[in-house]
T-cell receptor
């Protein structure tokens, strides 16, 4: 089944403790992206990658890191999480930049930083 | 500065009637627009897209209209079904750019 898999689905952590949210897709998509969803703010783009070893900042990159060493994986790293990073996170992938067929999204990771 | 806005947080319609969801944008450089549907506890799923060279695109019960001069797009669902009840996001992007900008979403409720 074609899909984007995020892990974990739920995570509660403490301020300052480094964490990684994994994202993997099995559709051979070039493009991958991370979004966060907050009440009243919609989906905001954190980082995106047009292909392997190519990453760029979205609208809210502060406090996050990403890497794209393989085509299928695009992990999101929070080096020192803070409470304002409590949010619902989505990974997405697509052929090219998702113009014609849109993105395929993962099921989301709900992160709570206390 | 919110470049994509969905001014109606919620919309309620009767089953069988038309649902019209609206979206406004400010950046004239956007040339592709997409609609996504999201159910609770799931990621958004792609519905339909439209290029700025068109003013209408249809896919079954879903039609998207684009008015470039007004920087406005709308999604029409006809006829509406209870299974259409979800949050709908519009998104705008520039071709050859990696960034997509989403609106806040509109929660559609279709009553049986």
């Amino acid at each position: 089944e074609a899909q984007v898999t995020q892990n974990p689905r739920y995570l509660i952590t403490v301020t300052g403790k480094k964490l990684t949210v994994t994202c993997s897709q099995n559709m051979n998509h070039e493009y991958m992206s991370w979004y966060r969803q907050d009440p009243g703010l919609g989906l905001r783009q954190i980082y995106y990658s047009m292909n392997v070893e190519v990453t760029d900042k979205g609208d809210v990159p502060e406090g996050y890191k990403v890497s794209r060493k393989e085509k299928r994986n695009f992990p999101l790293i929070l080096e020192s999480p803070s409470p304002n990073q409590t949010s619902l996170y989505f990974c997405a992938s697509s052929l090219s930049s998702g113009l014609h067929y849109g993105y395929t999204f993962g099921s989301g990771t709900r992160l709570t930083v206390v | 500065d919110q470049q994509v806005k969905q001014n109606s947080p919620s919309l309620s319609v009767q089953e069988g009637r038309i649902s019209i969801l609206n979206c406004d944008y400010t950046n004239s450089m956007f040339d592709y627009f997409l609609w996504y549907k999201k159910y609770p506890a799931e990621g958004p799923t792609f519905l339909i897209s439209i290029s700025s060279i068109k003013d209408k695109n249809e896919d079954g019960r879903f039609t998207v209209f684009l008015n470039k001069s007004a920087k406005h797009l709308s999604l029409h669902i006809v006829p509406s079904q209870p299974g259409d009840s979800a949050v709908y996001f519009c998104a705008a992007t520039r071709s050859n750019a990696g960034k997509s900008t989403f609106g806040d979403g509109t929660t559609l409720t279709v009553k049986p």
